[in-house]
T-cell receptor, first 115, second 115 residues
Framework: GAVVSQHPSWVICKSGTSVKIECRSL??????MFWYRQFPKQSLMLMAT?????????EQGVEKDKFLINHASLTLSTLTVTSAHPEDSSFYIC???????????FGPGTRLTVT | AQTVTQSQPEMSVQEAETVTLSCTYDTSESDYYLFWYKQPPSRQMILVIRQEAYKQQNATENRFSVNFQKAAKSFSLKISDSQLGDAAMYFC????????????FGTGTRLTIIP
């Protein structure tokens, strides 16, 4: 099946610094990727839609200047958490549909801890 | 806007028995897809089963089957012959067949398998 990778799987950073998370589709091209945030024992909350060749579309309430998304190629999307604070600590997951209207393939997630 | 409701935060079942997880959804569209995803302790999202709204026949995948009631907007998951490896969070999800392919997730049901 289709594979989506994320890097890093776990990152610890100090408050005020920025951290970049990569999401790659390994065996298919993805013009669209999605970024989610998941708090412990909760569901996935969609943060934004990453669009190759154009600006990301952010969900209501998500700060676009804080969570920078760049869809650099048909296989890579990055999420940069800028000026991170402890409240940004969470589990971040990306996903991509291989073809329109089908299931999405999820990355393994990135655990971010801000100290 | 679509909404997905899972009314059972937790369920448990004896190993080898059958369990049904409930899901209801709300949408104004006639063409869409429904999914059940499993999230084990590793937190990797895994597709369990998929249903296309225009198909009346209920989807099945080995021990997993759904009861899709389109008029009632209900989409329950039945797990037969439960195994220890089935222990996980289960999320019901909806996606429109038109537009931006954003998944809408339910709040999840934590399934415990009793040996």
């Amino acid at each position: 099946g289709a594979v989506v990778s994320q890097h890093p799987s776990w990152v610890i950073c100090k408050s005020g610094t920025s951290v970049k998370i990569e999401c790659r589709s390994l065996d298919f091209q993805a013009t669209t990727m999605f970024w989610y945030r998941q708090f412990p024992k909760q569901s996935l909350m969609l943060m934004a839609t990453s669009n190759e060749g154009s600006k990301a579309t952010y969900e209501q309430g998500v700060e676009k200047d804080k969570f920078l998304i760049n869809h650099a190629s048909l296989t890579l999307s990055t999420l940069t958490v800028t000026s991170a604070h402890p409240e940004d600590s969470s589990f971040y997951i990306c996903s991509a549909p291989r073809t329109s209207g089908t299931e999405q393939y999820f990355g393994p997630g990135t655990r971010l801890t801000v100290t | 806007a679509q909404t997905v409701t899972q009314s059972q935060p937790e369920m448990s079942v004896q190993e080898a028995e059958t369990v049904t997880l409930s899901c209801t959804y709300d949408t104004s569209e006639s063409d869409y897809y429904l999914f059940w995803y499993k999230q084990p302790p590793s937190r990797q999202m895994i597709l369990v089963i998929r249903q296309e709204a225009y198909k009346q026949q209920n989807a099945t995948e080995n021990r997993f089957s759904v009861n899709f009631q389109k008029a009632a907007k209900s989409f329950s998951l039945k797990i037969s012959d439960s195994q220890l490896g089935d222990a996980a969070m289960y999320f019901c999800a909806h996606v429109s067949n038109f537009g931006n392919e954003k998944l809408t997730f339910g709040t999840g049901t934590r399934l415990t398998i009793i040996p």
